[in-house]
Structures are given as structure tokens and as C-alpha cells.
């Protein structure tokens, strides 16, 4: 008897240690499993159950440790990348953008949107906050993102936060002006629901050597 439930508890510790599924059952057994064993064996089940389960929240708490660890260290790094270009501005490291005005149109609605004026460095992404009025001048506020890319290539702004899959976003490539100064004009329709008409994007680069100033 004694080798016959060894060889129960090995082969169900076998084949259901690894499930996750919820069971009222100790280790997602099911109930005609559960009804075969004698007092006895539930009793040892029930114990190895506990014992899977703490050893499961432990063995969790440690990766959620891990991940923190290695994000805050991310954070770190990136904040300690920032602030050495925004220490050294010079070169295209960091641009100011204002955003001039522009119509936003969200489900037949017409906002006018407000002067915005922020500094992003190479490779930041920041959220901000557009600032909007309707023809009754009751203001109104959209979240969006601008994205400086690491290379110093491009601007880009999102209506949602940016991702690698996210290919929703206006666009300001660098144009051979950014040092003195350029302007533009973009509109682009996010969705059926929701765009950006004739939004007016000034960009410069910070402590840039500029002799002439070029707008188009």
C-alpha cells in the first residue's frame, strides 16, 4: 500500500505541479482524483499543496524584486544620459519645441489649441498636456507625447503613449534648419475620430551657432 501511494503522489506530483489553472483541489487535481484518495493521502496532498504554493510566492516575489532592480537601474541610466545632454545642450543634444496652435478634432468637436513651448533632449520622451478651447472658450485638456529619437534625426508627437508598434504620430524630420530655427505646418488623422489639422511646430536646437534664421 505504502509503494502504491509513493507511486500515486510521484505521478500526480508530476502531472499537475506545473498547472496554474484555478481548482477547488489541492494542485488543480480534479474531483474524481481527489475522491480516489484516502484521508491519509489527502492529508499529504494538501500539505505538499501548501508547500507549492509558498514556494511559488517566493520564487514570485523574487522575479518582482528582479524586475524592479533592473528597471530602476534603467531609470537611473537614462536620467543620468539626460542630464549630461541637457548639461551640454550644444549640437542638436536638446531642442526646444513650441508648438504654435493648430485645430484638434475629436468626434465633430473643433478645439483651438494653445501655445506650448518644451525642451526635449536626445532619445526623451515626455508627456505633456495640450491645452484646447472650443468656440466658447471653455478650455479642455488632451494628453499627448513628443518624442525626440535618439539619433537626432526626428520629432515625433502622439496622441497615445509611443511604442514600437505605434506608428500613429506626426513627424518633423530634421530639415538642415534646426539650428537657426524652422518652421512647419502638419496634420494627421490618428483616427476616424480624432486628428490634428494645420498644427503650427517651431523647432531649434539649444546654444546652437546660428548666423541666419530661415522660416518657411
Known amino acids: 500500500m505504502k509503494r502504491l501511494f509513493t507511486a500515486i503522489s510521484a505521478g500526480l506530483l508530476t502531472t499537475l505541479l506545473v498547472s496554474c489553472a484555478s481548482s477547488p483541489y ?13 484521508p491519509q493521502e489527502r492529508e499529504v496532498l ?9 514556494t511559488q510566492r517566493l520564487e514570485q516575489i523574487k522575479a518582482n524584486a528582479k524586475q524592479q532592480e533592473l528597471e530602476m537601474a534603467l531609470k537611473l ?5 539626460l542630464n549630461k545632454l541637457y548639461s551640454d545642450p550644444a549640437g542638436g543634444n536638446v ?3 513650441n508648438l504654435l496652435g493648430g485645430e484638434y478634432r475629436s468626434h465633430k468637436k473643433s478645439y483651438s489649441i494653445q501655445p506650448f513651448s518644451t525642451l526635449l533632449a536626445r532619445g526623451e520622451t515626455k508627456r505633456i498636456e495640450l491645452v484646447m478651447r472650443d468656440a466658447k472658450r ?5 494628453r499627448a507625447y513628443l518624442k525626440y529619437n535618439v539619433e537626432g534625426t526626428g520629432l515625433y508627437l502622439y496622441m497615445s503613449r509611443p511604442s514600437d508598434y505605434n506608428r500613429d ?26 486628428a490634428l489639422n494645420n ?18
Not at 30 to 38: F, T
Not at 77 to 81: F, L, N, P, T
Not at 199 to 216: D, G
Open 26 to 38: 489541492p494542485l488543480d487535481m480534479n474531483e474524481e482524483q481527489w475522491q480516489k484518495l484516502s
Open 46 to 54: 494538501l500539505i505538499k499543496h501548501q508547500e507549492f504554493r509558498e
Open 77 to 81: 541610466k537614462q536620467e543620468e544620459r
Open 95 to 97: 531642442i526646444m519645441v
Open 138 to 142: 471653455r478650455s479642455n485638456t488632451e
Open 169 to 194: 504620430y506626426i513627424a518633423v524630420l530634421r530639415d538642415g534648419h534646426w539650428a537657426c530655427g524652422s518652421s512647419s505646418r502638419k496634420s494627421f488623422a490618428f483616427s476616424s475620430y480624432e
Open 199 to 216: 498644427l503650427k511646430i517651431f523647432v531649434q536646437e539649444q546654444n546652437s551657432n546660428c548666423h541666419s534664421r530661415r522660416y518657411r
